[in-house]
Nanobody, 120 residues
């Protein structure tokens, strides 16, 4: 069984920073892509950014230059460093990963989400 557990959300003022973490655990053989999505009230879930095992990254246009995704492959952990946060970044942030388990079955997994609120 595989789990993704996020941490690091909270309340921050506009212009501030937060770092989210997501650790994958369980019966893991390999992890391809790990990344982050977010969902604001009344809106669809959208991709924030993702990083492959090899280091390729992609970001939503709205966060380019402000957010950075990094990974520690040895710890099966992905991070989202968010700088210069804006009120429109307020959302529940979900960790996402494509994981092959020990019986070589690949699935997409989601974390339970962590709230990020940007407000003065």
């Amino acid at each position: 069984q595989v789990q993704l557990v996020e941490s690091g959300g909270g309340l921050v003022q506009p212009g501030g920073s937060l770092r989210l973490s997501c650790a994958a655990s369980g019966s893991i053989f390999s992890i391809n892509r790990m990344g982050w999505y977010r969902q604001a009230p009344g809106k669809q879930r959208e991709l924030v950014g993702a990083r492959t095992y090899g280091g390729s990254t992609n970001y939503a246009d709205s966060v380019k230059g402000r957010f950075t995704i990094s990974r520690d492959n040895a710890k099966n952990t992905v991070y989202l460093q968010m700088n210069n946060l804006k009120p429109e970044d307020t959302a529940v942030y979900y960790c996402n990963a494509f994981i092959m388990d020990q019986v070589r079955i690949s699935r997409e997994y989601w974390g339970r989400g962590t709230q990020v609120t940007v407000s003065s």
